[in-house]
C-alpha cells in the first residue's frame, strides 16, 4: 500500500523556520519524481515545489522568492521542505505528492504563521 | 504562467443529475497535460482523470473528461451522495503547475 506521511507542521512566529517531512513506501519513492502543494484555510490549491528522482531538476513557485528549499533523500524515502522567513500568507496545510498528475498525497501538515 | 479558470464556482444539484464542470486555460494545455481531482472536506484531493479524458486507477465510469487546447469538461454523469466535493483542474505540462480556483458541487 502506498503511503505518504508528512510531519513537522506546527504554530511557528512570522520570521521563523520549519523543515517538514514526507516518509514515503510502497512504491520506488526513487523513481518518482515528487511535489509539494499548499492549501490556505478556506483556499484552494497551490503548488509549491517540485524536485525530480534524481535531484536533477527542481522547480518553485515564483511567489516563494527564494525561501523554500526542496530536497530529497532517496536512502531514506523521504522528501523535505525547509521553509524559512515565514509569514502569515505561508499558513496553509501542506501536502506532499507524486509528480503531476498526482495519485499518491499524503494527508497533509498544517503551518501556521502567527505571533 | 498557465492561468486555469473554473466555471461555474458552485453547482447547486440532486443526486441523480448529470454535472458538467468546466476549466478554461489561458493559453493551450498542449499534449492535454490536464488533470482533475476531488477533494472532500478535511481530506488530501484525489486524483480522477489526467490527460484530460482518462480515468485513474478505480475512479467510476460516471467520471469523464474531455476537452483539448484550452477548453476542458468534466462530466458526472449521474451524482452520486460521495460525489458533493470540490473539484479542482490542474495543468501539468510547464512549470509553475498551476490549479483552478475550483468548483463546489452541493447538494441543492
Known amino acids: 500500500e502506498v503511503q505518504l506521511v508528512e510531519s513537522g507542521g506546527g504554530l511557528v512566529q512570522p520570521g521563523g523556520s520549519l523543515r517538514l517531512s514526507c516518509a514515503a513506501s510502497g512504491f520506488t519513492f526513487s523513481s518518482y519524481s515528487m511535489n509539494w502543494v499548499r492549501q490556505a484555510p478556506g483556499k484552494g490549491l497551490e503548488w509549491v515545489s517540485s524536485?525530480?528522482?534524481?535531484?536533477?531538476?527542481?522547480y518553485y513557485a515564483d511567489s516563494l522568492k527564494g525561501r523554500f528549499t526542496i530536497s530529497r533523500d532517496n536512502a531514506k524515502n523521504s522528501l523535505y521542505l525547509q521553509m524559512n522567513s515565514l509569514r502569515a500568507e505561508d499558513t496553509a496545510v501542506y501536502y506532499c505528492?507524486?509528480?503531476?498528475?498526482?495519485?499518491?498525497w499524503g494527508q497533509g501538515t498544517l503551518v501556521t504563521v502567527s505571533s | 504562467e498557465v492561468v486555469l479558470t473554473q466555471s461555474p464556482g458552485t453547482l447547486s444539484l440532486s443526486p441523480g443529475e448529470r454535472a458538467t464542470l468546466s476549466c478554461r486555460a489561458s493559453?493551450?494545455?498542449?499534449?492535454?497535460?490536464l488533470a482533475w481531482y476531488q477533494q472532500k472536506p478535511g481530506q488530501a484531493p484525489r486524483l480522477l482523470i489526467y490527460?484530460?479524458?482518462s480515468r485513474a486507477t478505480g475512479i467510476p465510469d460516471r467520471f469523464s473528461g474531455s476537452g483539448s487546447g484550452t477548453d476542458f469538461t468534466l462530466t458526472i454523469s449521474r451524482l452520486e451522495p460521495e460525489d458533493f466535493a470540490v473539484y479542482y483542474c490542474?495543468?501539468?505540462?510547464?512549470?509553475?503547475?498551476?490549479f483552478g480556483g475550483g468548483t463546489k458541487v452541493e447538494i441543492k
Open positions: 490542474q495543468q501539468y505540462v510547464s512549470s509553475p503547475l498551476t
Open positions: 505528492a507524486s509528480a503531476s498528475p498526482s495519485d499518491y
Open positions: 524536485i525530480s528522482g534524481n535531484n536533477n531538476y527542481i
Open positions: 493559453q493551450s494545455v498542449t499534449g492535454s497535460y
Open positions: 490527460g484530460a479524458s
